[in-house]
Every structure is written in structure tokens, then in C-alpha cells.
């Protein structure tokens, strides 16, 4: 079960996506929130190839972003664009609208770390306007 719905997760991120590009998003590991019942945490790694973005989106879930290689420029609806290196972190409520997500570089390849914390079957990204 836990199988089906990181794919499905990753199907819906990819279909988000597709427009503006389609980083390489890696399933690292899902688990139930015993503490938290209905709740459970994703995390995946997410590789944006030079001069790479992703569309428009939100995500069902506390988005917490952990920068490992390269850079990357993040922007959330009504805030700052800013641009993030390796150990430095973002986050998005499940209310934010990330308006902006690309590598920095067009020439170097950026990877990041991504824990979601999500209803447990629900979608955790969707495109958004």
C-alpha cells in the first residue's frame, strides 16, 4: 500500500510538472505518524537538471526543504524570491502557493531533500494557479 501511494504522489508531482520540466524525484522513505493518527511522512529527493523549474504548485502538506548540492531559487506567492545553497532550508505550509522553484544554475545540476507532513493518502503536491 505504501508503494502505490509514494507512486501515486510522485505521478501527481510529475503531472504538476510536466510543462516546465521534470526533475528527477526519488522516494527516500513513508511512515505513519502513530502520535499523529491519519497522519504520515514522506520524504523525497528532488534533482533539477541545469537551468531546470517546476510549474506552479502547492502541496497538501508542511513541506520542509533541506538544499544537498547546488542551488536552487524558491518563492512562495506574496513573498521574497530567494536563493538557497547547500545546508540551507525552506519550508511551505500546506496553504502556501510555490510559485517559484528552479535551479539557480545553467550549468550545474541542484539537489534537494524534501520531508512532507500529510494526511495520510492525500495528495501531496497539486498543481496550482
Known amino acids: 500500500m505504501t508503494n502505490k501511494l509514494v507512486a501515486l504522489i510522485l505521478l501527481c508531482f510529475m503531472a504538476g510538472t510536466a510543462v516546465a520540466g521534470e526533475p528527477k524525484v526519488t522516494p527516500l522513505m513513508s511512515k505513519d505518524l502513530p502520535e499523529s493518527p491519519g497522519r504520515e511522512a ?19 502538506a ?20 530567494v536563493t538557497l545553497s547547500p545546508g540551507q532550508s525552506f519550508y511551505e505550509s500546506p496553504d502556501d502557493v510555490h510559485v517559484v522553484d528552479r535551479n539557480a544554475s545553467d550549468t550545474q545540476p ?19 494557479q
Open 42 to 60: 514522506l520524504m523525497i529527493t528532488v534533482e533539477h537538471a541545469p537551468g531546470e523549474s517546476t510549474a506552479i504548485h502547492r502541496h497538501n
Open 62 to 81: 508542511h513541506a520542509f526543504v533541506y538544499v544537498l548540492e547546488g542551488s536552487v531559487v524558491m518563492q512562495l506567492k506574496g513573498g521574497q524570491q
Open 110 to 128: 541542484a539537489k534537494f531533500l524534501v520531508l512532507l507532513i500529510k494526511d495520510k493518502g492525500a495528495s501531496a503536491v497539486l498543481p496550482a
